[in-house]
């Protein structure tokens, strides 16, 4: 199929595996837990239609953060009441959006949500489920661009700012839900462990005398990781939350992002140009960070194919066309040799890929392919010429 795909389509283009992302979500489902639970994709790894309305066939919710995010779930099929929506930054229109969709929680990060979503919801003779996103201070042991459960960060709010008899009061908001996510591509399961037996405690003791907390939400972060076999260990993971859940009747939610999709996407690219520069080898590509910004964000190197017969290996950096020295897809990495027009595939893309792509130096977005056993199809069209310029006024 490769070689008809690159007859037909021209580089750079995404291309996932319908397959992969199934095995993982009826991975997921199959998990023995002994309690209720729901898994909500984080739509913001990959939003695309597609995708969302594969996964949603899979009986899981999504986890929004933004207008968009809510809108493209509505439009893939998502039931508004499988809807969670969190970010430590809600316009007005976000909030006024997912009050009137009335979707299933707003998760606030800072308590003036509060105030708003009451009296936004009185106003419209709605009363609105939310959650609270608590800030655990818990180190995810993960990278530090990606670490979100710390003190000191952005994100949740601190325990001890919270006045949760005050909110009980408010007649617009219906508190149910507490919240978490300390962090993206976790591995020690023992510190999403830790994490959720304080957002247990937490929920126990509001519920002794308020008796609201129904839904505990531990968000996401479970890790795949390049060029490594360590991941999540999902039995451990699994027994340990068996227990700390034995007794008790809370809902669980879960907001995998990355996990669902990583590993299902390529990004296929074209070698434009190889040349020689002090003592390295540079191959420029026609994809750059425009397309694939991970590895320029975060420092990391993905797997790479390169789809040639050549047997001699060589060191190269792999760099973009845009006009910047941070440009780059990987660094020092050894992989066949490659001449002019050979074809070259990142692989574990799926996740944070083309969501985090731009058109930076008027690039249009890349072309993306969903494939299965017997056939594939375009699931987003290359941005034309003219797209680059929509919404502009000369
Ligand atoms: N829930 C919340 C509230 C989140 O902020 C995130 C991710 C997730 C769930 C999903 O996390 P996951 O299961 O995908 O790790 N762009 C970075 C990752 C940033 C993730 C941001 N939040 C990357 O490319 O590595």
Redesign the pocket.
């Known amino acids: 199929m490769t070689s008809k795909l690159l007859q037909e389509f021209s580089t750079p283009f995404y291309l996932y595996d319908e397959e992969v992302i199934q095995n993982k979500v009826l991975f997921l489902n199959s998990l023995d837990f002994k309690f209720d639970f729901k898994f909500h994709f ?1 739509v ?2 990959n939003p695309n239609l597609a995708i969302l309305n594969l996964i949603k066939k899979y009986n899981f919710g999504a ?1 929004v ?1 933004s207008a968009g995010e809510l809108f493209k779930s509505l439009k893939a099929g998502f039931d508004p009441t499988s809807v969670i929506f ?2 430590p930054g809600k316009t007005e229109f976000d909030l006024k959006y997912a009050i009137t969709q009335q979707i299933k929680s707003i ?1 606030v990060e800072n308590l003036e949500e509060i105030a708003f979503i009451n009296e936004y919801s009185l106003n419209k003779g709605l009363i609105t489920n939310i959650g609270i ?1 608590i800030n655990p201070d818990i180190d995810a042991k993960t ?1 530090d ?2 670490t ?1 459960g710390k003190s000191g960060g952005k ?1 949740g709010v601190s325990v001890d700012q919270i006045d949760f008899e005050s909110i009980a009061k408010f007649k617009g908001v219906r508190l149910t839900t507490l ?1 978490e ?1 300390i ?4 591995t020690d399961h023992n510190q999403l462990i830790s994490s959720y037996q304080k957002l247990i405690s937490l929920a126990d003791k509001i519920n002794t005398s308020l008796k609201t907390i129904q839904t505990l939400d531990f ?5 795949v990781i390049d060029h490594s076999d360590k991941k999540l260990n999902f039995r451990d993971w699994q027994n340990d939350l068996n227990q700390l859940l034995d007794g008790k009747s809370y809902n669980i939610i879960f ?6 999709v ?1 590993d299902s996407g390529e990004l296929y690219t074209k070698v434009l140009y190889v040349k020689k520069s002090g003592n390295k080898k540079i191959i420029i590509t026609d994809s750059s960070f425009s397309e694939y ?2 590895p320029a ?2 420092d ?1 190197t993905p797997p790479i194919k390169v789809l040639n017969e050549s047997q001699d290996l060589e060191t190269y950096d792999i760099a973009g066309g845009i006009c910047e020295s941070t440009d780059y897809l990987a660094k020092d990495v050894q992989i066949p040799r490659v001449k002019q027009g050979d074809f070259i595939k990142l692989m574990n893309v799926g ?2 890929g083309s ?2 792509s731009s058109t930076y130096n008027s690039r249009p977005r890349p072309l993306e392919i969903l494939k299965n056993k017997e056939e594939y199809r375009v699931i987003r069209s290359r941005d034309t010429l003219e797209d680059l310029c929509k919404n502009e006024i000369m």
């Open positions: 984080a913001k790894a986890e953060v969190d970010g998760n996103r990278l661009k990606i979100t994100f919240s996510h962090g993206s591509q976790i968000g996401g972060g479970f890790g907001e995998p992002g990355r996990y669902v990583a910004l991970r964000l975060y990391i996740a944070y969501s985090m």
